[in-house]
């Protein structure tokens, strides 16, 4: 396993176009492994393909309750609407508040290609469209209010 790179905001590949994973290859576990170190090594709560300049459309979530594997998610339902404290890993040292669904259902695949539903609300929701959001070159700061950015807090 090895830790990689997380990218920051000025780098281009973080708006590169994703694409769907077809198949569960070694190359693909493999991305997971190490994107599941990286995640960790940075104590973050979500890190989506593109923050290590993969173009495959693969999310990780923990927000302290293990960990999901996200492969080709998508948001099939949403409700509510809440004010979040965000941040991201590529953008150290920011957060900023954001207006996010207070209820997400995603449909996704796992590890073993299954398709799979799961609901959140509450952080596990934020983390899930921030997520998402990687995977469709979309950074929190795009859907900021950016009177609120400020230095530091969690980072996802
Ligand atoms: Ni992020």
């Not at 920051?8 to 694409?19: A, G, I, P």
């Not at 594997?69 to 965000?86: D, H, K, T, W």
Request: charge should be negative.
């Amino acid at each position: 396993m090895a830790v990689l790179k997380i990218l920051t905001s000025e780098d281009s590949r973080l708006r590169q176009e994703t694409r769907e994973v077809t198949e569960i290859t070694p190359d693909i576990r493999q991305l997971i492994r190490n994107m599941s170190s990286t995640l960790y090594a940075a104590n973050g709560v979500g890190l989506a393909a593109t923050q290590v300049g993969s173009d495959k459309r693969i999310a990780l979530v923990d927000i302290g309750e293990g960990l999901i594997v996200l492969i080709n998610p998508e948001i099939v339902a949403c409700s509510g609407r809440v004010v979040c404290q965000e941040g991201c890993l590529s953008i150290p040292g920011y957060t900023a508040e954001v207006e996010r669904f207070s209820w997400v259902r995603v449909s996704a695949r796992d590890l073993k290609f299954r398709q799979f539903e799961m609901e959140g609300t509450g952080l596990l929701a934020q983390a899930l469209q921030h997520e998402i959001d990687h995977l469709d070159g979309v950074l929190y700061v795009d859907k900021a209010d950016p009177l609120t950015l400020k230095k530091s807090g969690t980072e996802q």
